[in-house]
């Protein structure tokens, strides 16, 4: 079974505009971390935001933030007023445990912001 | 800041080859991961290691091998290469010790296998 779920293949969105990326995960370990990286059609990853299962509070971290809900196992990516140097492709990621090591990915969703 | 490096960017080999791939990690992270991304997939975890032991296994071939040696870095070497090889090779450290244990990821080694 997939334990990263990302729904959206594709998206647009307007320049300036905000935009939510779907991530539903799935775990039976009480203790997790959950990511988002990015990746341009360069090809590197880059980290943009974690988000703890313990944390009470949304991540942010400027124009990114996590809408979490643990309940859900929900971990969304909103990116708020899109650039056009934000089309990329963008995976969802999981550690499970306190101690756990790799990371699964989720397929990816790939972004285009339009002028 | 010092990110993570990876030799070489790109590598051509043929079928029934050999490959070597580099990574150094950023100074003072502790573990090292190796991952695969085929074209258009998710990056898939191979292996990685923790104060130079290896830690966790993931779908790495029998015919790949990586170790981690007393400075760090690491290998992972690469027999009898197929077609399929053919992907982008991304190394991330991280520091356990810290709460998030993000990882932070090299800018890939592109392998074609021709």
């Known amino acids: 079974a997939q334990k990263i779920t990302q729904t959206q293949p594709g998206m647009f969105v307007q320049e300036k505009e905000a935009v939510t990326l779907d991530c539903t995960y799935d775990?039976?370990?009480?203790?997790?971390?959950l990511f988002w990286y990015k990746q341009p059609s360069s090809g590197e990853m880059i980290f943009l935001i974690y988000q703890g299962s313990y944390d009470q509070q949304n991540a942010t971290e400027g124009r990114y933030s996590l809408n979490f809900q643990k309940a859900r196992k929900s971990a969304n990516l909103v990116i708020s007023a899109s650039q056009l140097g934000d089309s990329a492709m963008y995976f969802c990621?999981?550690?499970?445990?306190?101690?756990?090591?790799?990371?699964?990915f989720g397929p990816g969703t790939r972004l285009s912001v339009l002028p | 800041a010092a990110g993570v490096i990876q030799s070489p960017r790109h590598l051509i080999k043929e079928k029934r080859e050999t490959a070597t791939l580099k990574c150094y990690p950023i100074p003072r992270h502790d573990t090292v991961y190796w991952y695969q991304q085929g074209p258009g997939q998710d990056p898939q975890f191979l292996i990685s290691?923790?104060?130079?032991?290896?830690?966790d296994k993931g779908s790495i071939p029998d015919r790949f091998s990586a170790q981690q040696f007393s400075d760090y870095h690491s290998e992972l070497n690469m027999s009898s290469l197929e077609l399929g090889d053919s992907a982008l090779y991304f190394c991330a450290s991280s520091l356990v010790g810290q709460d998030r244990h993000e990882q932070y990821f090299g800018p890939g080694t592109r392998l074609t296998v021709t």
């Open positions: 990621a999981m550690r499970e445990g306190t101690y756990g090591q790799n990371f699964v």
């Open positions: 290691f923790y104060e130079k032991m290896q830690s």
């Open positions: 775990t039976s370990d009480p203790s997790y971390g």
